[in-house]
């Protein structure tokens, strides 16, 4: 099964940037939909911004300042974050769905810290 791993998160101060990138140990071509969620203490998990049959969609808090992109050459998916708020602090799980098992795939989570 392919697997998914998370890096680029970390500490970085409200208003700052951060960069997540995910790489799928197989071809990004087999997922019909991918993207990331995150996880905040005590909340349960959202889903944060998704490519899904062509389409990006971005939850309401995040729209304006992240940025969801794929790259098919090196089966990677970003997600560029700006204007962190503390908001933001949650650990970030890349996730897909494969499209012939129709299975869904999470990483190991990446750790984002936003301090006030």
């Known amino acids: 099964q392919v697997q998914l791993v998370e890096s680029g998160g970390g500490l970085v101060q409200a208003g700052g940037s951060l960069r997540l990138s995910c790489a799928a140990s197989?071809?990004?071509?087999?997922?019909?939909?991918m993207g990331w969620h995150r996880q905040a203490p005590g909340k349960q998990r959202e889903l944060v911004a998704i490519?899904?049959?062509?389409?990006?969609n971005y939850a309401d808090s995040v729209k304006g300042r992240f940025t969801i992109s794929a790259d098919y050459t090196k089966n990677t998916i970003a997600l560029q974050m700006n204007s962190l708020s503390p908001d933001d602090t949650a650990v970030y799980y890349c996730?897909?769905?494969?499209?012939?098992?129709?299975?869904?795939?999470w990483g190991q989570g990446t750790m984002v810290t936003v301090s006030s």
């Open positions: 197989g071809s990004i071509w087999n997922f019909n939909a």
């Open positions: 996730y897909a769905r494969a499209l012939r098992t129709r299975t869904d795939i």
């Open positions: 490519i899904s049959s062509g389409r990006l």
